[in-house]
């Protein structure tokens, strides 16, 4: 009898211990979901700032295409070109080269775009994995406890019934 209720205290210190425990992992996994938390809305706030800086960037080549291509005219027009023949030609690569520049810009700026909101997706479901796993480590340490409550009243009981003898 003595070594039932003796059984019945250790598994009783154990369910508490694992407890405490779990408790102290679900505390840990929602600092894990809250940092999670913040990466995920820097990462879609990056979204924005990518879009700002993309339209920053191509207002700025736009800018330095007009006054390239404008210099290129001067410059035909100085030599008393038309804008025909080899000088045509070199404003249109001008033009082509420039679009094909402003499409790069773009799609890049696309790219950094959707890497960003893939990331910040990424770590918004890490967050809340964490946050289900905390409420899982939540549940195990209320059954922990109840089990050490239990477990600690059935290795009192036989203390008491032959107390009561």
Do not use: C, H, W
């Amino acid at each position: 009898m003595i070594g039932q209720a003796a059984q019945m205290a250790a598994g009783a210190v154990e369910s508490l211990f694992n407890a405490k425990a779990a408790g102290m992992n679900a505390k840990g996994l929602r600092l894990q979901a809250k940092a999670y938390g913040r990466a995920s809305e820097f990462a879609f706030r990056n979204v924005d700032y990518v879009k700002a800086s993309t339209e920053i960037q191509a207002y700025q080549l736009q800018r330095k295409q007009f006054m390239s291509f404008g210099q290129t005219e001067a410059d035909v027009a100085a030599g008393g070109f038309g804008e025909s023949g080899s000088a045509g030609d070199l404003m249109r690569m001008s033009q082509e080269n420039g679009a094909m520049e402003m499409a790069v810009l773009k799609y890049q700026g696309k790219i950094n775009e959707e890497g960003y909101q893939v990331q910040g997706e990424s770590y918004a479901a890490q967050r809340d994995a964490a946050l289900y796993a905390a409420k899982a480590a939540d549940a195990a340490a209320k059954g922990g406890l109840i089990a050490g409550i239990i477990k600690g009243g059935g290795a009192l009981l036989p203390a008491a019934i032959g107390a009561m003898k």
